[in-house]
């Protein structure tokens, strides 16, 4: 899952997609934490977790520790998982506005 994170907001939230140039998407997700120490990527993996109903440790950050454009990779059966983040994607689309 590729995410583009936004530290130090008000409040933890999905923000909606924003396109890469090469066609790719970013999951862009709003955190309170700053990115010191390690904090926002503690809260983005909780966040996400928490978000697709995860153990926190189905999530591991794989790139991006120090950026703002992340990796994660998601641990499970793939087709239990897809049809359900597909879903729930579906719903943050419908709530994003445009």
Do not use: C, Y
Not at 18 to 36: F, Q, V, Y
Not at 42 to 59: H, I, V
Not at 71 to 96: F, I, M, N, Y
């Amino acid at each position: 899952m590729l995410v583009r994170a936004s530290p130090k907001s008000t409040q933890a939230r999905v923000l909606g997609l924003a396109e890469r140039a090469d066609g790719r998407a970013d999951l862009k997700i709003a955190l309170k934490s700053a990115p010191e120490g390690g904090r926002a990527n503690a809260e983005l993996l909780a966040f996400l977790a928490k978000e697709w109903g995860l153990p926190k440790r189905a999530l591991t950050l794989v790139s991006g520790d120090a950026d703002r454009r992340k990796t994660v990779l998601v641990a499970g059966d793939p087709e239990e998982l897809l049809p359900a983040l597909q879903s729930w994607l579906g719903a943050h689309r419908a709530k994003s506005p445009r």
